[in-house]
């Protein structure tokens, strides 16, 4: 705007001085903070303006020239469209609700609150920080300050009932306001100091610590506590103080329902949605900042369960980060989000870790910079340095760890993670890395809400998303999300049955009727099965992952349902960018490359998708292929979401088991980075697999040159030498030193007693767990299980030897 009204004048054009407003507890703030030395909360306002400015970079160095002058940038577009008014700080954000209550538009509203107070960041950040252009500007210092009384003055104060999104009075608008009185903290009266205070109060009492319930939990925890301890450090209170840093305790040890981590690495919110690369990088944040904030004070975050948090870093988020992505399965609403991505998730995140291990053991932070270095320097598609929208802060962290030039670049793990809590698997080899995505009673298979995610309802039914080492990394990055056919992501069986945006409802969070998901592991090779249900659907399914050294075979079968539509199995969903034309052979022929173009082969043997992966078909599939552009608008998902029109290419194989299907199936084998001569000469050696089983009963594999058996057992029954008399899920691997391991779950949690032979010649059992009650040895192997129900699915291993 062209000038400021002075404070003063514009607060007696609202109607007197805003500031008198409940000014009784000004008296109460001011003896607590009587009690302290007031140097020690002047010192943690200065380590919290470091945690929002950042530090130890040159304001003239790239990438911080680019941030802060773009920083610089979006604060003068705030300042000149800047309008103090009845209702609203900026024409474009009002925050005043003809009719306030909880509906979608009382949910608006709420926001454009938050938003103002993000926006006066914006420009407290651009008047604090060097080389923005904007550096100590009194006219921005003025906006900031009249911004913080108008906004208390309408609406963010103690004498207002919240309405719409309670996140935005308690989380988003507290901790904005907060971090913006820290920036400016030495310009600010008394007065303002104690009225800012006392809203924050009123919006985020200490009743939300009173149990760990609700939205007092994980990730939302963290935040609450985040908002009460700045509100502390900026009005001077001790007590509010400890008793928030008290409330972290329970964030801490690893839950066994409900939200929260899980002792496999699995991370629980909202009831049962996977959320890592959400709630979960929250969280962390959250952890992460406040334990740099308290280190060193008389209120240190020193829970006796902060190991187990920091153990996260390595056991629940490394193993869905691959070379500076984070997989979206774990990201739920976020990956609807216009402007954000699987990488740009993953950038903040890492520097989230870099900053956790500044409180962590030498060791600990020594792995996990060699870790984030690694995965920065293998980000080709985009590195976290070229992301404009990275803060200062987490550039400045990330530029710190790739200037160490003690610390040399972790190589990405040969490692399988089985994460039951969760109902996700990953699958991580040297060139490349997989994971499936699944539903169950306790997960659910998608979940919208806030308007976001309307068309993820295919995300838990079997989505198996993969990448390669330099290739594939921009496959879910570049619009995939507006534009892809949601009935078609890679590796699902869906009826084509159209269902409404939202299915399930407004954080309906369904879960299928479905108990048997998960399976088992020895750590590098792994077998997965899902009883797949479909949402809203009568499609049911038994589908099988065999995860191996250089490949997954997949298996399907019973795939059954009286929809009145056709069922689809995906093979693969590959996203071409705009201009993508990879070759496609099938069987030896490369076929038309033109966009548009379908096919149908009634017996493949084969297929390649050039530059992406080899596809084996061990029984022949009817395999269907479709190259096209589809377009669509990130609105079209998310209803804060832009509607520019967007297209995107596609290269669609899947296999249509056709109208109300009865008993269908399917086999394939994906080798993602295979060239096509190796895909070609995989499916001609007809040795190297054999499909034990392939039913509603059994599914099973046996790889000779690994030395592995592998069978899901939906029910009691027999495949190649492996039996049970139940549902379980076992794997074998037999090694080169005469011993073998044999891994067991039960995913359904449901056995109460098990027993699983293996027909194979065994000397003796050199190891089992408590769970196995008997044991058997010589011509076969007999194990004996005991009550397998409390264990949630997990593993169980015993090690022989062959005799």
């Not at 009225?195 to 760990?212: E, G, L, N």
């Not at 009286?562 to 705009?578: H, P, Q, S």
Request: net charge neutral; proline share 5%; charged share 20%.
């Amino acid at each position: 705007m062209a000038s400021f009204l002075r404070r003063r004048t514009f607060l007696q054009a609202t109607g007197g001085t805003a500031l008198t407003l409940g000014l009784a507890g000004v008296s109460a703030t001011a003896a607590a903070a009587e009690t302290v030395d007031a140097q020690e909360f002047a010192a943690l306002r200065a380590t919290w303006r470091d945690l929002v400015l950042g530090t130890g970079f040159s304001p003239t160095a790239e990438p911080f020239r680019t941030l802060l002058a773009d920083l610089g940038a979006s604060a003068r577009g705030h300042l000149s469209a800047m309008a103090p008014a009845d209702g609203s700080l900026w024409p474009d954000a009002v925050w005043r609700d003809p009719e306030p209550d909880t509906d979608a538009e009382s949910y608006g509203f709420s926001a454009m609150m938050n938003e103002s107070y993000n926006r006066l960041g914006t420009l407290a950040q651009a008047w604090a920080q060097p080389g923005t252009g904007l550096t100590g500007d009194p006219a921005v210092l003025e906006a900031v300050l009249t911004g913080l009384d108008h906004v208390y003055a309408q609406v963010y104060n103690e004498g207002t009932n919240r309405y719409g999104n309670w996140w935005n009075w308690q989380i988003g608008g507290a901790q904005a306001l907060m971090d913006t009185c820290v920036v400016v903290h030495e310009h600010l009266t008394d007065e303002q100091i104690a009225a800012y205070c006392r809203a924050v109060d009123h919006f985020v009492p200490d009743a939300v610590f009173d149990s760990y319930t609700g939205t007092s939990t994980g990730a939302n925890r963290v935040d609450l506590c985040r908002s009460v301890i700045l509100r502390s450090v900026v009005g001077e209170n001790p007590d509010r103080l400890a008793r928030a840093v008290a409330a972290l305790n329970p964030v801490f040890p690893y839950v066994t329902g409900g939200d929260g981590f899980y002792a496999d690495g699995s991370f629980i919110q909202h009831r049962n949605v996977p959320y890592i690369g959400g709630y979960g990088s929250v969280l962390h944040d959250g952890v992460g900042r406040l334990m740099a904030l308290l280190r060193g004070s008389r209120w240190p975050v020193d829970s006796p369960d902060a190991q187990l948090f920091l153990d996260t870093v390595e056991g629940a988020i490394a193993p869905f980060v691959h070379n500076g992505l984070i997989m979206d399965n774990v990201s739920s609403r976020g990956i609807s989000r216009a402007g954000t991505s699987d990488h740009t998730r993953a950038h903040a995140l890492m520097a989230t870790i870099v900053l956790i291990g500044q409180g962590a053991s030498p060791e600990e932070n020594a792995r996990w910079r060699a870790m984030v270095k690694g995965w920065m320097r293998r980000d080709t598609y985009f590195p976290p340095l070229k992301n404009p929208k990275l803060s200062l802060v987490r550039a400045a962290l990330l530029q710190s760890v790739l200037d160490d030039t003690s610390v040399a670049p972790a190589a990405e793990p040969v490692r399988h993670g089985l994460f039951h809590h969760m109902d996700r698997v990953t699958h991580r080899r040297r060139g490349w890395c997989a994971s499936v995505s699944m539903a169950s009673r306790r997960i659910a298979h998608y979940e919208y809400g806030n308007g976001e995610h309307a068309r993820g309802y295919h995300t838990g039914a079997g989505w198996l998303s993969w990448w390669g080492d330099d290739y594939g990394l921009d496959q879910y990055a570049d619009a995939y999300w507006p534009t892809v056919d949601p009935y078609r992501l890679p590796g699902i069986t869906a009826s084509r049955k159209p269902l409404a945006d939202g299915e399930g409802g407004n954080w309906g969070q369904p879960m299928p009727d479905a108990a048997w998901v998960g399976g088992t592991t020895d750590g590098e090779f792994g077998t997965t099965g899902q009883h797949l249900v479909g949402l809203s659907s009568t499609m049911n399914a038994r589908k099988s992952w065999f995860w191996l050294d250089d490949s997954v075979v997949c298996l399907g079968a019973g795939i059954t349902s009286a929809d009145g539509y056709a069922v689809e199995t995906t093979v693969d969903n590959r996203a071409l960018g705009t201009t993508g034309a990879p070759a496609l052979t099938v069987d030896g022929r490369v076929q038309p490359d033109g966009q548009g173009w379908r096919g149908t082969f009634e017996e493949a043997g084969w297929a390649h998708i050039a530059g992406h992966a080899g596809y084996v078909f061990p029984r022949r599939l009817k395999l269907s292929a479709v190259r096209e552009e589809r377009t669509g608008a990130w609105r079209d998902i998310n209803t804060g979401g832009p509607t520019t029109p967007l297209t995107r290419r596609y290269l669609t194989l899947c296999t249509d088991h056709g109208i109300d299907p009865a008993d269908a199936g399917y086999a394939y084998v994906l080798m993602p980075g295979a060239s096509a001569r190796s895909t070609a000469q995989r499916a001609a050696d007809k040795g190297w697999l054999r499909i034990l089983a392939n039913t509603g009963s059994q599914q099973g594999v046996r790889v000779a040159r690994l030395g592995l058996t592998a069978v899901n057992f939906w029910t009691a029954g027999t495949a190649g030498p492996l039996s049970s008399d139940g549902p379980a899920s076992v794997l074998v691997r037999e090694h080169r030193d005469g011993t073998a391991t044999v891994v067991v779950s039960d995913p359904a949690r449901q056995a109460t007693s098990l027993e699983i032979t293996w027909n194979k010649r065994v000397a003796a059992v050199l190891s089992k767990p408590a769970t196995v009650t008997a044991t058997t040895a010589g011509a076969a192997l007999k194990l004996t299980f005991g009550d397998l129900t409390g264990l949630a699915g997990a593993p169980q291993k015993i090690r022989v030897r062959l005799g």
